[in-house]
């Protein structure tokens, strides 16, 4: 059995998913939430982040991380946060010896939804279907948790 967590970093509020995998059954949900930064220098904001995502991992233990990589953003100072506060989860999962997968959003989409485009309720209400979950995740959780499925179902393929 396979524990992954999914990370959707954010600079103001990081969603984490985990799941478990076994064999082809269906994916199980274990737990979901958001690292939430305070508003204020962004060295604060990302030892936030890092010190929530090293929590998240001694917590749960997982086998692997799946996290976003950076789109480009319209406004570069929109990706520069977001790059460090990818940068600092990485950080985090690395400490503890974790691969890394990293997933663009079109491609978890996909992966989630059957199309690249699709609007956040879109996949929303797919990791909730998916999951069998009885509501539905807040938008960065329910990232994080299509970034974990999109790992298992990527690597299923590949395997």
Do not use: W
């Not at 990818?86 to 691969?99: H, N, S």
């Amino acid at each position: 059995m396979a524990r992954i967590l999914g990370i959707d970093p954010g600079s103001v509020v990081s969603g984490y998913g985990i799941i478990e995998q076994s064999g082809s059954r269906a994916p199980v949900y274990v737990t979901s939430g958001c690292i939430r930064s305070p508003r204020g220098e962004m060295p604060a904001r990302l030892g936030v982040i890092y010190a929530g995502v090293r929590e998240v991992i001694r917590a749960y233990r997982p086998d692997a991380v799946s996290i976003e990589r950076v789109f480009l953003a319209r406004n570069p100072q929109s990706a520069l946060k977001l790059g460090q506060a990818r940068g600092v989860a990485i950080a985090a999962a690395v400490a503890d010896d974790l691969p890394i997968a990293e997933y663009a959003p079109r491609e978890v989409k996909l992966a989630i939804t059957g199309t690249g485009g699709a609007a956040k309720d879109q996949v929303q209400y797919m990791v909730r279907v998916l999951l069998g979950l009885d509501g539905t995740p807040a938008e960065d959780a329910a990232d994080a948790l299509a970034l974990a499925i999109c790992h298992v179902n990527t690597a299923a393929e590949v395997t």
